[in-house]
């Protein structure tokens, strides 16, 4: 008698793990077939997308750590009208060693300018070895959905959230060499997020009208992203994306150290190249500025690092 009551248990068992598996199964279904209706998921949602396609239980904690590697773009819906200023990444295409370049195309959708002008390059910030971004100075409305760029205010803003999510104390609050303000981007436009100064005690109903007369001097860059009701969101292509890439990731190749004489052979090609583009490896301030393009290009590279190599070709090229 005791051992069929054990048998009776051990099939109610059974049987209640059967439909729970069931449940779930329908349930991813479900959430499959609505996910492909949506443009965009909240994280929570995107955490439980990603858990069921790579079968494996993930946090939010891991898509703010994702997003600060550089593997998954985080977007910001907003809940209403934000202030900006348009930003455009342009090519110096003159190659002279000029401090100064030529702007042909507006800021805000790309345009061909009628009368192009040229500007200073350290007024922008740079993204690779002869790319730019700048911003213009006029001020703008804006709504919607746009990427968080991790290019200034907003990576610490994610760092803070990954943080307070993983249970730590909070991020690096020194200098990182990002631009100060926050930087959206939408396809090939970027913008600097604006704010103002708004009059205490000033009726909601009347903000509005004050921006709208408020003159571009008054407006200032925005530091941080909880001036303006959003919320963050993952857009679904975005999702679709990163899997797939984990999906058709080639197995790491095993290289062998470098010799003695290919490291030299190394260090001297770069010389050479850094010459060739007119880069003063023992300039001041060069480590700063390679150190943003790598994490403009996605490479996890120290500035300590950079001036150690920095200083062997300096070395080598005697």
């Known amino acids: 008698m005791i051992r069929f009551a054990m048998e009776l248990d051990e099939f109610y068992r059974r049987i209640v793990h059967f439909v729970d598996r069931v449940l779930e199964d329908r349930n991813k279904y479900q959430m499959s077939k609505l996910f492909k209706l949506k443009k965009f998921v909240t994280l929570e949602e995107a955490k439980t997308h990603l858990s ?17 590697d550089g593997h998954l773009t985080i977007s ?70 746009w990427d968080l760029s991790m290019l200034g205010q907003e990576y610490e803003y994610i760092e803070s959230l990954y943080h307070k999510e993983a249970g730590g104390v909070g991020g690096f609050d020194g200098f990182s060499g990002r631009i100060k303000a926050v930087v959206l981007k939408r396809s ?16 909601e109903q009347e903000v509005a009208s004050f921006i709208d007369n408020a003159k571009n001097n008054d407006f200032f860059d925005c530091l941080q992203m909880d001036r303006y009701p959003h919320l963050l969101v993952i857009k679904t292509e975005e999702l679709t994306r990163f899997i797939q890439s984990l999906q058709d990731e080639p197995e790491p190749l095993v290289e062998k150290p470098l010799t003695t004489v290919e490291r030299n052979k190394l260090l001297m090609f770069t010389s050479i190249f850094l010459k060739e583009l007119k880069i003063d490896p023992s300039c001041k301030g060069i480590t700063s500025s390679i150190s943003l393009m790598a ?18 070709i300096n070395d080598i090229t005697g």
């Open 295 to 312: 994490d403009q290009a996605g490479v996890a590279i120290s500035e300590n690092t950079i001036r150690k190599y920095l200083n062997q």
């Open 76 to 145: 910001v819906s907003f809940l209403g009208i934000i202030t900006m200023s348009p930003g455009r990444i342009f090519e110096d295409t003159a190659n002279n060693g000029s401090p100064e370049m030529i702007i042909s195309k507006g800021m805000a959708v790309g345009e061909d300018l009628k009368e192009p002008y040229s500007i200073i390059k350290m007024s922008g910030f740079p993204m690779s070895l002869r790319e730019w971004l700048f911003f213009g100075s006029e001020i703008m409305y804006a709504d919607g959905i």
């Open 52 to 68: 069921g396609a790579l079968e494996e239980q993930l946090s939010v904690a891991d898509i703010y750590r994702l997003a600060l």
């Open 188 to 203: 090939d436009s970027f913008c600097k997020l604006k704010d103002i100064h708004r009059p205490l005690g000033i009726p």
